[in-house]
């Protein structure tokens, strides 16, 4: 016997997972995990007993359930699940899987839609940020075909537009978390920003990087990761987040002057392999750095004029541009908007198996 858990796989951005209603999953959290682990088919490099394909940007979850919050329709609650042990990460959220769940919401009836376009409002429940998405709905119903591309993608689809509405200090509670642009930590500059995402920003030249390394190159470097992940975790210490040792946030990044046009070049890392392209919401956060001056992003960036203004992230696989919008001192900004153009694709729609000596289906007390 299997018990057969409601899903529908989706593409969001440059990522891929199952999408769930939080109805259809376990309420205990534990045993939720339990059943997140199971379906994905972790522990285990291939993650051949689940849906899983063997690599962080395709080992992800989405639950979404209905918002309490006056100023959100939905909740979305995102779940890295490990690959290689038995342990999902709620800390983190995903701006990428994010890029889905306008669409998903829609389709599943929990928001309607209107004629052209349909703004969802998204409560990220990991990182205590709302974001706003722009989902294209001619006639009332979502499309995913069009013209707008993205880096790390092939092909073309229709646009979604996520506006982070108040991404500072979402973990922290502070966009500069330890009270300076400029940390030392075992002799290297770092900035420690949270914005969408918490991270810890050096310069590439540092740690005799030129920033332009491929992810293959970078991740064959493993006293380079030793060296920066010792950085990781004093710096998350002094950002009032704990012992990150086993934790993949806040996450750790290499900047360097722009090569091809940008305003930045950015090596992120998830933390113990290299992103093999941007995540958006690293994206976000490091675009809020470029705009604190006298930070390690700030330092190498090329920055244009205006506000907003469009930075751009050059990363392995292209580029990815976020429309900033910010007041306040040039020192300790106030980021207002954050945006940035994603695509997604509902891939398939059906039931996931697991053993019903697991999980028989009925909703947890």
């Not at 829609?106 to 998405?133: K, M």
């Amino acid at each position: 016997m299997q018990t057969k858990i409601p899903c529908v796989l989706m593409r969001g951005g440059s990522s891929k997972g199952p999408f769930f209603l939080a109805s259809d999953l376990p309420q205990d959290v534990d045993l939720r995990d339990r059943v997140l682990l199971k379906l994905m088919g972790s522990p285990d490099m291939r993650q051949i007993d689940g849906i899983g394909a063997a690599e962080p940007l395709t080992s992800k979850v989405v639950i979404v359930s209905p918002s309490e919050r006056d100023d959100a329709d939905v909740d979305y609650l995102f779940a890295q699940v490990v690959i290689d042990r038995a342990f999902v990460d709620t800390g983190p959220t995903c701006g990428n899987m994010l890029s889905g769940i306008g669409p998903f919401v829609i389709d599943q009836g929990l928001v309607r839609a209107s004629d052209p376009e349909t703004t969802v409002r998204i409560y990220l429940v990991n990182v205590d940020t709302l974001v706003e998405a722009i989902v294209q709905t001619p006639g009332g119903e979502v499309t995913y075909e069009g013209d707008a591309r993205i880096d790390g993608v092939p092909g073309t689809a229709a646009p979604v537009k996520l506006a982070f509405v108040n991404a500072m200090g979402g973990k922290t509670g502070k966009l500069l978390p330890t009270g300076n642009v400029l940390d030392t930590i075992d002799g290297i500059a770092v900035s420690c920003v949270d914005a969408g995402m918490p991270c810890v920003i050096a310069h590439a030249s540092d740690f005799a990087k030129t920033g332009y390394e491929s992810k293959a190159e970078l991740d064959a470097d493993r006293e380079f990761f030793a060296r920066f992940e010792a950085i990781r975790v004093q710096a998350a210490a002094r950002m009032g987040m704990g012992d990150a040792s086993g934790s993949v946030i806040p996450k750790f990044v290499i900047v360097a002057a722009p090569q091809a046009g940008g305003s930045f070049t950015a090596r992120y890392f998830m933390p113990h392999l290299t992103h093999p392209g941007m995540a958006v919401t690293g994206a976000v956060c490091m675009a809020s750095a470029a705009a604190i001056e006298g930070s390690t992003v700030n330092a190498v960036a090329d920055l244009g004029p205006g506000n907003p203004r469009a930075i751009i992230v050059e990363h392995p696989t292209g580029r990815i541009e976020i429309e900033l919008k910010t007041s306040g001192a040039p020192a300790n900004p106030v980021i207002e908007r954050a945006a940035v153009i994603r695509t997604t694709r509902r891939l398939f729609e059906g039931f996931v198996l697991i053993p019903s000596s697991l999980w028989p289906g009925e909703q947890a007390a």
